[in-house]
Structure formats: C-alpha cells, structure tokens
C-alpha cells in the first residue's frame, strides 16, 4: 500500500516538474488577459476600443456644487507595433462644462498595461503589478490615471494635477485651456457603453469606420 501510494507521489511530482518551467502562453499573459478585459473579448487587431462615458445629472450636480465637468467621454484604443510584442494603449478624452460652452477634447499615450510595466529578470514575463493606467499628453500636458473596475463596466478616472485640453477642432493655440483637478473635479466615474457613444473624439475617417465596424 505504501509502495503504491510513493509511486503515486513521484509521478505527481515528476508532472509537477514537467511544467513547473513550461512557458505561460500567449494566451495566459498578463497582457492578454488585461486586454480581455478591457474590451469584454473583443480583442480585434489591428486596434481595439473600448467607451466609457458618464453625463451628470442634475441631482449630482447640486450635490457637488464646485464640480464644473458635465460630460466626459473617454476612449481607451490598444495596438500592437511590429517593433513591440506588448499591445500600446492610448486614450481620447471628451469633456463638456456647465461654465463654457463648446466641446473640448484631450488625447495621449498610456503605454503598455499595468500588467507588463514590469517584468521578471529571471523569465522576462509579465508581473501583474495592478489595473491603473497612467496616460500623459505630450509636451508636459499633463494627464490622468485611469482604473479599471473589477466588474470590468466602469473606471475611475482620476486627474494628476490638470490635463491639457482642445476646444473642438481648433489647433491654435488660443484654443488651448486645462481641465484642473479642483474640489470636486478630481475623480470621475464613466460606465461602459457603445463605440458610437466616442466616435466625436476621432478625427480620422478610417479609424472611425473600423470603429464602427467593431
């Protein structure tokens, strides 16, 4: 009884080591799984998308009385490079005030997913150090961080200090203005919802028809 039962802790074991030093696939990487999520599965090349979007009602605005930000939009877009074999994620966020008229947008890098910001010196895979991203905008234009929920149907946006901002589809530099983290300006959170919902964030028409293909 006793012989069967070693036997059977050997070949346990010899399993064990078998994969113990086996490659995580593609498939299990942090990077995929991150992405995953972010798009609900719809992991698309050679770009993905996923919306988020939150109009404050009335409601919320009297009981936030310092909050200026009436809608905000963001669009996260993922992308892998020929020269990188980590997706590249960047975003576009839209912003409506109830103190300024017009549309006013932002756009940046986010780099890769937390998830593979850091990698073990022994493997060089992924370690999953987090769901945050932080995406700049050139030019020290400042920028937000951006928090995925654990349901995966909404994120936390939240300001560094202030991001750089565009009033609708004016360069100039007279459109320029910022978007300040103030007392109530500081976090916000947008829900899940269509592609059609960030297609006023995207310039390009051939970006804008693979997203409406999505």
């Given amino acids: 009884m006793k012989r069967g039962i070693s036997m059977t802790i050997a070949i346990a074991l010899i399993a064990l080591w078998g994969t ?3 490659p995580v696939r593609a498939d299990d990487s942090p990077d995929v799984a991150f992405a995953k999520r972010m798009f609900v599965d719809n992991v698309s090349k050679p770009k993905a998308y996923a919306c988020f979007v939150r109009r ?6 009297k009981q936030h009385p310092l909050q200026k930000v009436t809608v905000m939009k963001l669009l996260i877009t993922s992308e892998k490079t020929p ?4 997706l590249d994620y960047s975003f576009r966020l839209g912003v409506n005030f109830h103190d300024r008229p017009g549309n006013f947008d ?15 010196q022994d493997t060089d895979l992924p370690v999953v150090t987090g769901i945050d991203f932080n995406c700049n905008v050139d030019c020290d234009g400042g920028g937000i961080a951006v928090d995925l929920a654990k349901d995966n149907g909404s994120v936390i946006v939240k300001l560094e200090d202030r991001i750089r901002i565009w009033k609708g589809r ?3 530099e007279a459109a320029v203005t910022a978007l300040k983290g103030g007392a ?15 297609t006023a964030l995207v310039t390009d028409r ?9």
């Fill in 20 to 22: 113990a030093g086996s």
């Fill in 184 to 198: 109530d300006d500081k976090m916000f959170r947008l829900d899940r919802t269509s592609l059609n919902e960030c």
């Fill in 170 to 172: 004016d360069s100039d």
């Fill in 206 to 214: 051939k970006e804008l028809a693979a997203m409406r293909h999505k």
């Fill in 83 to 86: 020269d990188d074999k980590y």
């Fill in 106 to 120: 932002s756009s940046g890098e986010c780099g890769h997913a937390p998830g593979v910001r850091a990698l073990n």
């Fill in 56 to 61: 404050y009602d009335t409601e919320h605005m």
